[in-house]
């Protein structure tokens, strides 16, 4: 789950991952634009873009349990953005309208993500001339988040070794432990990498 997770790429043969990275993510960002624009009442437009985002991924051929799979990660954030609209008047069209477009929105960015490299990405965002700072944060993040997951398996499979009591007050104290446990490695190790990169010849 956590390489699926941490490196969503689906690779197949297939028009859509054959299109350049820097032709999709200018695809994807037109469209996200579109569904944030539109008015709310725009059903039929939310239902062209949907079968728009439906086609491509047929054409991608990325297994459809899979793109769901994803998307159900993700759609709890979604609901609960959304439901706090519920309190002010005409909630219930708010939240809908919300729910449609963050889905959407949602949607075109797994489709992306599938059927792109990370890699590929940040090669487009180079070349869209996105401040290099950021995109130097993109990728030491994509390349070290890996080593945090692994990191936050051994804590947690040493503190499990190492406890024999129960309870769910344990468990959030135990949680609580390998989250400061985590937060204090990853701040030594990010001092370790900003010290190698200085030494390296490497500025912000």
């Known amino acids: 789950m956590n390489a699926r997770l941490l490196s969503p790429y689906e690779h197949r043969s297939s028009v859509v991952h054959r299109l350049p990275a820097l032709a999709k993510m200018t695809a994807v960002v037109a469209l996200v634009c579109a569904v944030v624009l539109l008015p709310r009442g725009a059903g039929m437009m939310y239902a062209i873009l949907g079968a728009t985002l439906v086609a491509g991924a047929a054409l991608s051929r990325v297994p459809a ?28 069209a708010v939240f809908a309208a919300m729910l449609i477009r963050s889905t959407l929105c949602l949607f075109a960015m797994v489709l992306l993500a599938s059927t792109t490299r990370f890699t590929d990405l940040l090669a487009a965002l180079w070349r869209l001339r996105v401040p290099a700072l950021l995109v130097t944060s993109l990728a030491l993040m994509y390349r070290y988040l890996s080593l945090l997951v692994d990191e936050t398996t051994r804590l947690q499979r040493a503190r499990r070794s190492r406890t024999f009591a129960e309870g769910r007050a344990f468990a959030w104290r135990s949680s609580a432990a390998v989250a400061a446990h985590l937060f204090v490695r990853t701040s030594e190790r990010a001092e370790r990498i900003y010290d190698a990169m200085c030494a390296r010849g490497w500025r912000t």
């Open 65 to 92: 349990r899979h793109l769901a799979w994803r998307l159900l990660m993700l759609e709890p954030f979604v609901l609960g953005v959304a439901a706090l609209s519920l309190f002010q008047p005409h909630g219930g």
